[in-house]
């Protein structure tokens, strides 16, 4: 029995300790106990600490982290949605289509292939001014002018004859106007600002007359300046004024140029044009002169939250930002009532060419930007797109343009609040746990411990790289509702242009709401990347990018650095070769983005044979290629292969294919004991569970259809009641089958070399005592025991053949 085997045991062992002391063996010293403390308890198994530990088991569960981090991805995952829409790019598209990529004459020219003066002029008033008014027209080829007067009307409906359907059309109202307007509003305004440079001395480079250099930031000119095309010998009445940043109210630290040959930030002061469509919903009579001297057409005009109701279609035009022309379309009732008349579109194309006949761009000129201030109503989108036209000093003009967008519907303005304050207790109770766990590794291996190894783990690093950034979104949150409420809606305007014309520059909460959004994809990035860690752990099959790349970091690094240094020689021969004819090798950087986009097979060998009197820079170039390409990546591609390589060695040492690990071999690699029994982790894992029922589930279903068999088949074969059980049959039956047995058994010991003694327990039926209550049946007499290996010891086991034959006889 297993109670009087372990009593032997212990009995045993007793025996054996005395007899050793007996023998004269020294006795092993006990340790010395620890001493209790002034409570009578270790601090160990304090409750305190007993708790801390529990606490701190459970936050370090891999199980309580995955759920808690994948808690933490959703909720980012919320922010983002207040932050991004597919609406976003439904209005850059539409914007994209009428203003930028539309073309404004019959070369196909568009705003990215202006290259003179006239161009700038032809595009305003072929792409721009219709694309923001009706998308129609022009429906003549006088745009703007003040000899030939317009007698036709551009917003119309293509209902028309002729080209575009613009003859006889019928004229939008007023109504209709307000709905288009909902597809993209521009009622904020348009401003168009420009820097010039100041006159100075060169003393390196003789000129023909003053020198005007290249713009730099703060060296504008401020001089007004202007022409007067009614008497060309009297200055202008109305000339172009410089105005400062504070009277504008713009940026202070400029706007960098979006043209990758420039790159050059620019002061946001300057000359200023302001165009201001409005709706109305009292008839204002035309007025013009200074901005103080004008009605202010805040006092009636329509937005998205007075509201009030659209009845008059109006304009406030300013060719310098003083000067003030105020206006509505009368319509064919002569007092706003109606078909419109055009008359808003004709003030803004006059206005427009004003500027061209003021030589508004001369040589002086070094930029000029469109800022348009759009939104999208019906989806609660911002849209701002700033428009530059840089002309160099050498006459070369460089297009570029910039956009940001930001959502304004209400309830994601709300919950981009809520969704932030959430994640930032998430950060921080993730920091918490990371500190402690830090502190804790530092007081456990107090004598060993070593802060680089916490930092050399990239995951821990990636972890407190992903906590600043969030800091940072919700820093940045923080203030675009600051700028929000800093708006005209809730406070008075600080600047002239605002107060006196009516336009508010809204580049604060762009701005910051773009940086926003910058520090979010950041953000969200690496906490995605951190989704593999845990994967990797859940299932480590998934591990072998981020195994590879932790085994092959070091080499990575230094090649990293000969790779950067070839880069740099490659590109800084081509930037001396080919800088001067190609835009992409202008400057170093640029080169250098080039040659990394050549990797990738984004290169232009034509353009280097179009721009070369032979074949030295194309075989330059190639040079380069062969080497980055077939040297340098075969060698990126080695490394990686090598870490692969170690990290497979690695995997077979955890996952050995004949059992456990073997604790020895993980101790000499440096690997920790693996949670999984695979490397398919939790997948083998359910899939085992989801085997195991399935199995027990059939083996029942198996189990109970077989009883069933059984017994409706002991039913069958039980005799009836009524009838006379045939003994001798039974007893024949019976003496067969004992027959049976005695030839399976000595065939048995036949093949054990035990001969014929393994059929003498059996019995002659003949002999046997009778059972079963009379009806005749017999007895055989017992089987001796199976027969004992004496090379083992062991007796055949419980499951073999020759057991289940014997008991399934003699049950």
């Known amino acids: 029995m297993p109670g009087a085997a372990i009593a032997m045991t212990v009995n045993m062992r007793n025996r054996e300790a005395e007899n050793d002391r007996h023998s004269g063996q020294p006795e092993v010293e006990a340790e010395p106990k620890e001493a209790p403390s002034c409570c009578g308890k270790t601090s160990a198994n304090s409750p305190v600490f007993k708790c801390v530990n529990k606490v701190m088991d459970i936050l370090n569960h891999m199980a309580f982290q995955t759920i808690l981090y994948m808690a933490f991805v959703g909720v980012f995952q919320l922010l983002t949605s207040t932050m991004r829409i597919r609406e976003e790019f439904y209005l850059d598209k539409h914007v994209m289509d009428r203003i930028i990529e539309n073309h404004f004459d019959s070369s196909h020219n568009t705003f990215e292939s202006i290259r003179r003066t006239a161009d700038v002029y032809e595009w305003g008033n072929n792409v721009l001014w219709p694309g923001l008014l009706g998308d129609m027209g022009p429906c003549n080829s006088f745009v703007g002018s003040i000899n030939v007067p317009k007698e036709c009307v551009d917003e119309v409906w293509p209902d028309g004859d002729a080209s ?33 440079a100041a006159p100075t001395k060169c003393d390196n480079t003789p000129t023909l007359g003053v020198c005007y250099p290249e713009l ?44 990758i040959p420039s790159m050059r930030p620019y002061d946001t002061s300057g000359y200023v044009a302001v165009v201001i469509p409005f709706f109305s919903d009292t008839y204002l009579e035309p007025e013009e002169g200074p901005a103080a001297n004008v009605t202010d057409y805040r006092l009636t005009y329509v937005n998205t939250t007075n509201g009030k109701q659209a009845k008059y279609y109006c304009v406030r035009l300013s060719p310098n930002g003083l000067h003030v022309k105020q206006l509505c379309d009368a319509g064919t009732g002569g007092n706003g009532t109606g078909r419109l008349l055009g008359t808003v579109r004709s003030a803004i194309e006059e206005m427009w060419n004003d500027l061209k006949r003021g030589h508004y761009i001369d040589a002086k000129t070094r930029v000029m930007t469109i800022t348009l201030q759009l939104r999208a109503n019906h989806v609660g989108v911002r849209y701002r797109m700033t428009m530059m036209l840089e002309f160099t000093a050498l006459g070369a003009i460089l297009p570029s343009y910039d956009v940001e967008t930001r959502i304004i519907e209400r309830s994601l303005e709300r919950n981009m609040a809520i969704y932030a304050d959430v994640a930032l207790g998430m950060v921080i109770f993730f920091c918490f746990i990371e500190l402690v766990e830090l502190l804790k590794t530092a007081f456990d291996n107090k004598p060993t411990y070593m802060p680089w190894s916490y930092l050399s783990d990239m995951w821990n690093l990636m ?119 190609m835009e992409d090798y202008i400057d170093q950087g640029p080169a250098l983005i080039s040659l990394f986009r050549a990797l990738f097979g984004d290169f232009d060998i034509d353009e280097i044979m179009d721009n070369s009197s032979g074949y030295l820079n194309a075989l330059l170039f190639l040079g380069y290629l062969f080497v980055a390409v077939f040297i340098m990546l075969s060698l990126f591609l080695a490394i990686l292969a090598e870490g692969q390589i170690a990290v497979r060695d690695d995997d077979m040492v955890r996952f050995p294919a004949d059992g456990p690990p073997k604790p020895s071999e993980l101790q000499e690699k440096g690997l920790e004991t693996p949670f999984w ?23 029942h279903f198996s189990a109970s259809k077989t009883g069933d068999e059984a017994e409706s088949s002991t039913e069958e074969a039980l005799p009836s009641a009524s009838s006379k059980p045939n003994v001798e049959t039974a007893n024949v039956d019976l003496a067969s ?75």
Not at 486 to 514: H, I, N, Q
Not at 541 to 560: I, P
Not at 677 to 699: L, P, W
Not at 762 to 767: Q, R
């Open 164 to 196: 575009f359907h613009l003859v006889d059309a019928t004229p939008y109202d007023v109504s209709e106007l307000v709905e288009r307007m909902d597809l993209m509003d521009w009622t904020e305004g348009i401003i168009i600002r420009q820097s010039r």
């Open 216 to 259: 730099l930031q703060g060296e504008g000119n401020q001089a007004a300046y202007g022409h007067n095309w009614t008497n060309p010998t009297q200055p202008p009445l109305h000339p172009y004024t410089f105005l400062t940043t504070d009277d504008l109210g713009s940026n202070p630290d400029g706007q960098i140029s979006a043209s």
């Open 463 to 581: 972890d407190w790289a992903n906590f600043v950034l969030f800091y940072l979104v919700w820093w940045r949150v923080q203030t675009v509702y600051q700028a929000i409420d800093e708006s005209p809606e809730f406070v008075p305007c600080s600047s002239y242009l605002c107060s006196a014309v009516g336009y508010f520059d809204d580049w604060k909460v762009m701005t910051r709401f773009r940086s926003c959004k910058v520090y979010l994809s950041l953000c969200v990035c690496i906490q995605l990347f951190k989704v593999l860690k845990f994967l990797s752990q859940l299932v480590p099959k998934t591990g072998l990018a981020t195994n590879v790349l932790r085994k092959s970091a070091l080499d990575l690094l230094f090649f990293g650095v000969t790779f950067i240094v070839s880069m740099l020689a490659f590109s800084m021969m081509l930037f001396v070769q080919l800088g001067p004819i």
């Open 677 to 699: 029994k695979n490397e398919y982790g939790v997948v083998s894992y359910f899939g085992n569970g989801m085997k195991s029922a399935i199995s027990k589930s059939v083996g």
């Open 737 to 811: 089958l004992m027959n049976e047995v005695r030839a399976l058994r000595e065939e048995m010991a036949a093949s054990r070399g035990l001969g014929a003694a393994a059929g003498k327990g059996v019995t002659a039926a003949a002999d046997a005592k009778p059972i079963g209550g009379g009806l005749g049946l017999v007895s055989p007499e017992p089987l001796p025991p199976p027969a004992v290996d004496k090379g083992s010891g062991t007796t055949p086991a419980a499951g073999s053949e020759v057991q289940r034959t014997s008991t399934s006889y003699l049950v």
